[in-house]
C-alpha cells in the first residue's frame, strides 16, 4: 500500500511539473518572432537524436565575437579606454609623453588627434600600456581596472553592460550541449581574466588577437613575459584562422555585429550539414546605440547585406529584444487585487499583497517585496511593489500573492499562481483571490484525494 501511495505521490508531482517545465522559456528577455524563432528551431532540430540535421556534441561549437555582440562597444571600444586610461596611470613614469604623440593627445583629452593618428596611434597606445610585464600582473592590472571603470553614459561598471539576451542564448546552447567560444579582435589576455565570471566562457575557450610571449626566469621563477610585438591579429579574415588553430574544428553557429565578423560567418555557415549565422544589428538609441554602415565601431554593411541572400538571422535589437541589459529589469510590479463574489469588504479589512521567489519546489517561497493596504475601499484594489532589483535573478521564477484579512482572520486568498518579472512575464498583473470557503474546499479535495491514493 505504502509503494503505491508513493507511486501516486510521484505521479501527481509530474504532472503538476509538467506544464510549468513545458511553459519555461530559455530566451525571456527575447520578443516572440522570426529571429527567437529561428534560434529555437535550430536548436532543436541539431539536438533531436534521430532528426535528419542531428548532430552529435562533439561536433556542437558556437563562436561569439564579442565587443557588439556579447556587451557594449559604444562610445569607444572597451579595450581602448582601458588603454587610455592605463596612459594616464603610466605618465608620471614617461614625462616624454607630454610631448609625444599619440600619448601627448591622450594626456590632454585630444580624442580627435588620437583616432587621426590611425592604426598606426593606436598600436603604439597598446605596446605601451599592455607589454613589459608577465602575463599573471597584466591580468591582474585587466581585473583591477575593471573593478572602477564605468561606462561613460551609463555609469556602471563595464561589466554590466553585457546583453541579457545574449547571456540567456549561451546559456541555453550550453544547456544543449554546445560548447560555447569568443572569437574577438580584441586582446584574448584582456578577455581572459573575467570572460568565465561574466559568461560563463573559460578562457580556454577564448580566441583572440595576441602580441608575443616569451619565457623567462626570474629571480629563478619562471615567467612569461609580453612582448611588444603583434603576434597575431584575430579580426575580419584571420577569425576564421584563429578558429583552425585554436579549436581546430569548424563551428555550425556564429554569432557577430560587424563586418569584423563576416568570414567568420561565412565560413561557419558554409560547412556541410545545419548551420546557423546570426547578425545582431544595433537598432535602439534609446536603450543603447543605433548604428551600422557608417559607424567607425563595429560597422556593420558588407555583413547586412549578405545576410539576406545566405539566410543568416538578423536581430534587430530594438524589435527582438524586449530587455538590453540586465539591470533593465522594471524596480516594481503593480496591477490590482480583486475577487468575483459581489460583497463589500469590512471598513477594517487589509490587504496583503507580496512578491516571491517560487523557483524552489521544495522550500518556502521567499518573499522578496511586500505591501499592506489598510482601509482598501472597493474593489479592485491597486498595488505596487516596489523591489531591489539586484534581488532579482533572471533565471529565477518570481510571483505576486494576495490575502485579504479582518482583526487578523483570513477572509480571501489567492489560490493560483501569478509570474511576473522575468521569463518574460509582465511586470503587471491582476490578482485573483478567492474566499477562504473556496480555499478549503481546494484542500479538502486534495486531501481526499491523497487518502484516496493511499488507501489503494
Not at 561598471?157 to 550550453?174: D, G, I, S
Not at 529565477?396 to 484579512?405: F, G
Not at 482572520?409 to 483571490?433: A, C, D, H, W
Amino acid at each position: 500500500m505504502k509503494r503505491h501511495f508513493l507511486t501516486a505521490i510521484t505521479l501527481a508531482v509530474l504532472l503538476a511539473l509538467a506544464p510549468l517545465a513545458a511553459a519555461a522559456d530559455p530566451l525571456p528577455s527575447w520578443s516572440e518572432g522570426q529571429a527567437k524563432r529561428s534560434v529555437v528551431d535550430f536548436v532543436q532540430r541539431v539536438t533531436t537524436a534521430g532528426g535528419a540535421d542531428f548532430v552529435p556534441v562533439s561536433e556542437r561549437i558556437a563562436v561569439f565575437d564579442n565587443d557588439g555582440a556579447l556587451w557594449a562597444e559604444k562610445p569607444m571600444y572597451v579595450q581602448l579606454a582601458f588603454a587610455l586610461d592605463r596612459v594616464k596611470a603610466l605618465a608620471p613614469g614617461h614625462p616624454e609623453w607630454k610631448d609625444t604623440q599619440p600619448f601627448k593627445a591622450v594626456l590632454e583629452g585630444d580624442m580627435k588627434t588620437v583616432t587621426a593618428g590611425g592604426e598606426h596611434a593606436l598600436l603604439e597606445l597598446v605596446m605601451a600600456t599592455h607589454a613589459g610585464m608577465t602575463t599573471d600582473a597584466f591580468a591582474q592590472v585587466v581585473k583591477d581596472w575593471l573593478a572602477t571603470a564605468k561606462h561613460p553614459r551609463f555609469n556602471r561598471p563595464y561589466t554590466e553592460l553585457v546583453y541579457q539576451p545574449m547571456l540567456e542564448l549561451l546559456a541555453y546552447l550550453r544547456a544543449n550541449g554546445f560548447k560555447t567560444f569568443i572569437v574577438s579582435g580584441g586582446g584574448i589576455e584582456f578577455m581572459r581574466p573575467w570572460t568565465e565570471k561574466v559568461y560563463g566562457i573559460p578562457p580556454e575557450q577564448v580566441i583572440g588577437s595576441s602580441i608575443k610571449t616569451r619565457f623567462e626566469l626570474r629571480d629563478g621563477a619562471p615567467v612569461l613575459v609580453r612582448l611588444p610585438e603583434i603576434n597575431f591579429i584575430d579580426d575580419k579574415a584571420g577569425k576564421p584562422v584563429g578558429i583552425q588553430m585554436h579549436i581546430g574544428r569548424r563551428p555550425i553557429a556564429a554569432f557577430g555585429n560587424s563586418d569584423g565578423d563576416l568570414q567568420m560567418l561565412q565560413w561557419t555557415t558554409a560547412g556541410p550539414g545545419a548551420r546557423f549565422g546570426l547578425i545582431v544589428h544595433h537598432t535602439d538609441a534609446d536603450r543603447e546605440y543605433a548604428y551600422d554602415r557608417q559607424s567607425s565601431v563595429g560597422r556593420l554593411d558588407q555583413a547586412l547585406n549578405e545576410a539576406k541572400t545566405r539566410g543568416w538571422t538578423v536581430v534587430d535589437m530594438k524589435q527582438d529584444w524586449q530587455r538590453v541589459f540586465p539591470f533593465e529589469i522594471k524596480a516594481s510590479v503593480s496591477g490590482t487585487v480583486s475577487y468575483l463574489q459581489r460583497i463589500a469588504l469590512p471598513p477594517d479589512a487589509s490587504v496583503a499583497v507580496k512578491l516571491v521567489d517560487i523557483s524552489k519546489q521544495d522550500v518556502p517561497a521567499v518573499t522578496i517585496a511586500e505591501q499592506k493596504i489598510t482601509h482598501p475601499g472597493q474593489m479592485p484594489i491597486p498595488y505596487e511593489l516596489r523591489f531591489d532589483p539586484e534581488k532579482i535573478d533572471p533565471r529565477m521564477t518570481y510571483a505576486v500573492q494576495a490575502r485579504i484579512e479582518q482583526g487578523g482572520k483570513l477572509l480571501f486568498n489567492s489560490t493560483q499562481v501569478f509570474p511576473v518579472i522575468t521569463r518574460g512575464n509582465p511586470s503587471y498583473m491582476e490578482v485573483k483571490v478567492e474566499p477562504v470557503k473556496k480555499t478549503r474546499e481546494i484542500e479538502e479535495k486534495n486531501q481526499a484525494a491523497n487518502h484516496e491514493a493511499e488507501s489503494t
